[in-house]
């Protein structure tokens, strides 16, 4: 069950991906006209906290110890980037690229997942390319891999070599 709630999890993220290109600039055109840069602070720092707080009971009674390490770097690596990327879509990329680094590693194994990022990082760059406002480029070809590499490290590091399954199988 829950190997098809990861590959569910994986498809909807995946999905996610194209909606925020397409969609992301009016969104954050309208979230901009209806909510000042203070408020909107507020609800990232809150969902921040949130999921920290989250993050922190699911270390705390499921790994043991020595794996504490990883969730710590991993919120420090997706709080602290997204701060210093110019925009909200960009911050929300970066965030969605690692959850799709992370469910690809967990869904299809390491050689597998390091393809799907590669190629979902590169071709939603083209797809920006095509919209017509958007710009496509390498330095967000560059972030998107960096995310998917960060989030698939974290899965590798919590769950063992064994329970990525599929890593040299199929």
């Known amino acids: 069950m829950q190997d098809i709630v990861t590959k569910l999890s994986w498809f909807i993220t995946l999905a996610v991906i ?3 290109s397409i969609f992301g600039r009016p969104l ?7 909510i000042s840069s203070e408020q909107l602070a507020a609800v990232f720092l809150t969902i921040s906290a949130g999921l920290l ?4 009971v699911f270390v705390l009674r499921n790994l043991p110890r020595q794996k504490w390490i990883h969730p710590i770097w991993a919120s420090l690596v997706f709080i602290v980037i997204p701060l210093f990327l110019p925009t909200v879509v960009e911050r929300l990329h ?7 680094g992370y469910l690809s590693l967990r869904s299809w194994g390491s050689q597998k997942a390091i393809a799907l990022c590669f190629l979902a990082g590169l ?3 083209i797809l920006q390319w095509w919209l017509p406002d958007r710009v496509g ?5 560059g972030f ?27």
Request: net charge negative; proline share 2%; glycine share 6%.
């Open 94 to 100: 970066f965030i969605v690229f690692g959850l799709f």
């Open 137 to 141: 480029d390498w330095r967000d070809v």
């Open 28 to 34: 954050q055109r309208a979230v901009i006209q209806e």
């Open 144 to 170: 998107n891999w960096f995310a998917c590499l960060a989030g698939s490290l974290l899965a590798y590091f919590l769950w063992s070599r064994h329970e990525t399954h599929r890593d040299n199988t199929d």
């Open 53 to 56: 707080g989250i993050l922190a």
């Open 18 to 20: 194209p909606l925020l």
């Open 123 to 125: 071709l939603d760059e």
